[in-house]
């Protein structure tokens, strides 16, 4: 085939292969075009969890729950799953007083229930620290202590061992201050007794502590006397190897002379 021939052969493909892309794109831009109408038409309203007519809920505080779903009611409030801004889920017990009016309406808000029910839970709570109190040592500060040891006692606390939770073992005291009124009478607790105890303590304690300041005073001291000796006989036995160095041999050359004999005469 000439040249030409071959020249207008490819010039027919290309404006075929050119129409065939233009077909292409200009369906791609019309499938996009749905797409994106399709995206920007309103979409179904979220779930609305309870009936709320809200896909938010704001309390009385002006604190404010996105994406939540009410999972308990109680008389004193509800507990709500929720998205924080930052992802993830919540969960969060919201008191009904702290509730919108509506909101107090719809679940039926009873002041006087709600006190009951509050007052109910905290003698549970109360028994429940009891129970756990019978088999763990629980202070007055809410520290709690599984499978301990009573190992000393004195005037002003205890002394325990206790297991810890991974695994390993502890020793602390505890001063009957922190520790629960039974355990107090328990062990005859008086803070006269206590505040004396600590007191000889605490002088025992600064008694020792100035001693063993002493002490160390006292062996830097020594040690620095030893340390200026070994200097010395250091530097006498580098004066004596330099002056043995530097002195003249003693030769057969540099020997007096003998006496002469004596001639008898």
Request: net charge negative; no cysteine.
């Amino acid at each position: 085939m000439p040249w030409h021939g071959i020249r207008f052969f490819n010039s027919v493909n290309l404006k075929r292969n050119m129409k065939t892309n233009i077909f292409i794109i200009g369906l791609s831009v019309g499938l996009l075009g749905q797409a994106l109408a399709q995206t920007n038409q309103p979409g179904t309203p979220p779930e609305v969890t309870n009936e709320i007519p809200s896909d938010a809920l704001v309390t009385k505080l002006g604190t404010v729950y996105h994406e939540f779903r009410v999972e308990r009611v109680e008389p004193a409030g509800i507990t709500i799953s929720y998205v924080p801004e930052g992802g993830g889920l919540g969960m969060e017990k919201i008191p009904v007083n702290l509730l919108p009016d509506d909101w107090q309406q719809r679940y039926g808000y009873d002041p006087e229930k709600a006190a009951e029910f509050n007052l109910d839970r905290e003698r549970a709570l109360v028994q429940l620290r009891t129970q756990m109190a019978a088999n763990a040592l629980v202070t007055k500060l809410g520290t709690v202590y599984h499978k301990f040891r009573i190992e000393r006692v004195d005037p002003a606390g205890i002394t325990i061992s206790y297991v810890l939770d991974d695994g390993g073992l502890e020793m602390e005291k505890i001063t009957f201050d922190l520790l629960p009124d039974d355990w107090q009478q328990r062990y005859g607790y008086d803070p006269e007794k206590a505040a004396a105890f600590e007191l000889e303590q605490k002088r025992a304690m600064a008694q020792m502590r100035d001693q063993m300041i002493a002490d160390e005073q006292a062996y830097r001291e020594k040690r620095a006397q030893e340390e200026a000796a070994e200097e010395a006989a250091k530097k006498a036995a580098e004066t004596a190897a330099t002056q043995a160095t530097n002195a003249p041999a003693i030769t057969d050359t540099n020997l007096p002379a003998p006496p002469l004999p004596s001639r008898g005469y």
